[in-house]
C-alpha cells in the first residue's frame, strides 16, 4: 500500500503496436507532469515483445533526440496481477515464480495502436479491479476500428466522408490487382487515402493519386491491418478538438479547437510531418469565427458521447464548404480515445489554451479514473 498521502499511478507505455516510440514520447511528458508532492508514480513500459518491466521513468529518455526513437528494452520484470485482491504488479525475480508485490491504486495507460488503445490493456485492468485513465473496453475497441467509428458516428447523425472497407485485404488484392470496381472508383474519385483500419500515427497510410499506385497503397496498409479503409479525399481545413469528460462524470466538456497547416512543399499530414520534420504549422486555438468554433466544440462533444467515449479523447476534422450553398460543411474524420502527449501533441495544448494547464490536465485525468470504476476500485483519492 502506498504512503496514505499520495496517491500511486502505474504509468503504462511502450506497447507492440506501430506506435510504441510515440507511447514513450507521449509518457515522457505525462510522468514530467505528474506532482511529486501528490503522487508516488510507477513507471511502466512494455517492450515491442510484450515483456511488461519496471523502468527509471526519466522524461528525458523517452524524447525524440536528433531524429532517434525511444523505446522500452530494459528494466525489471513485472506481471499485473489478475486476482483484484492483489491491486497491481507483481515483480518477477530470478528464481522465483513470483515476487513482491507493488500495489497501484491507478493506472494511467499511455498507450496508442493495438493491445493499448483498442480496448485489450482496458479488458486486463477491468479484469484486475483497476481504475484507469481514459475510455473503457468497447469506446477503446470501437474508436480504434476506423470502420465501425464511421458506423456509430453516421448512426448519430454525424457526418462522414465516402469509404469502402476492403477486408482480408492482401487476400483479395491477391485474387483481383482491381480489387474496386468501376463505379466505386468513379463515387470515390482521385486522391484516396488508404489505411490501416485499426491504426493510427499516420501508420500504412498512402496518398493515391493514380489507381496504378493503389495496389501497392493496399499491400503497404495490409502489413499493418488485413482491414483497409479506401477513404475520399474531403477537401478542407484541418481542425481538431480536444473533449473531457465532466468532473464527477458530468456532461463532456470542448476545448477551444486548433488547426494543422502543412508548409510549402509537405503534401500531407504522415508520420514523418507529425513527429520527425518541420512540416507543419499549428494554430491554437485555431483562427474561426464564434459560429464555426461552437459547431465544432458541439460535435466533437455529440461524438464522444455517441462512441460512449471516458475521460478523454480528441476528435479530427474537416471544415469546408458545401458546394450547393456555401454554408460550412465539416466532417468527422476520427475519434483518438487515448490522443498523443508528447511536447507538440495538440491535445494538451488546446486545453492549455483553453485554460488548463499540463499538470492540471493529467491531475484530472487521473482523478476522473475514479468515475464510473467499480464501487471497491481504487479505495484512495489524491490528497
Known sequence: MSGASKLRVAVVFGGRSAEHAISCVSAGSVLAALDPDRYEVVPVGITRSGRWVLTEGDPRRLAISAGTLPEVSEGTAVSLVGDPAGRGLAVLEAGQAIGRLTEVDVVFPVL??????????????????????????????????????????????????????????????????????????????????VKPSRAGSSIGITKVTDWAQFPQAVATAAAVDPKVLVEAAVPGREIECGVLAGPGGG??????????????????????????????????PADLTPAQTAAVQE?????????????????????????????????????NTMPGFTPISMFPRMWA???????????????????????????????
Open 299 to 335: 460535435m466533437s462533444r455529440r461524438a464522444f458521447l455517441a462512441m460512449d467515449c471516458r475521460g478523454l479523447a480528441r476528435v479530427d476534422f474537416f471544415l469546408g464548404t458545401d458546394p450547393r450553398t456555401g454554408a460550412d460543411s465539416l466532417v468527422v474524420n476520427e475519434v
Open 353 to 383: 489554451a483553453s485554460g488548463v494547464t499540463y499538470p492540471e490536465l493529467v491531475d484530472r485525468l487521473v482523478a476522473g479514473a475514479f468515475d464510473g470504476a467499480a464501487p471497491d476500485a481504487g479505495r484512495r483519492t489524491a490528497g
Open 112 to 193: 496508442h495502436g493495438a493491445f493499448g488503445e483498442d480496448g485489450t490493456i482496458q479488458g486486463l485492468l477491468e479484469m484486475s479491479g483497476l481504475p484507469y485513465v481514459g475510455s473503457g473496453v468497447f469506446a477503446s475497441a470501437a474508436s480504434m476500428d476506423k470502420e465501425f467509428t464511421k458506423k456509430l458516428l453516421a448512426a448519430a447523425g454525424i457526418p462522414q466522408g465516402d469509404h469502402v472497407v476492403l477486408r482480408d485485404a492482401a487476400g483479395v488484392l491477391c485474387a483481383d490487382p482491381r480489387v474496386l470496381d468501376d463505379a466505386a472508383r468513379e463515387r470515390l474519385g482521385l486522391p484516396v487515402f
Open 251 to 284: 456532461l463532456p466538456e470542448a476545448s477551444l479547437p486548433a488547426e494543422i497547416r502543412l508548409r510549402p512543399g509537405t503534401d500531407w499530414y504522415d508520420f514523418d510531418a507529425k513527429y520527425l520534420e518541420d512540416a507543419v504549422e499549428f494554430d491554437v
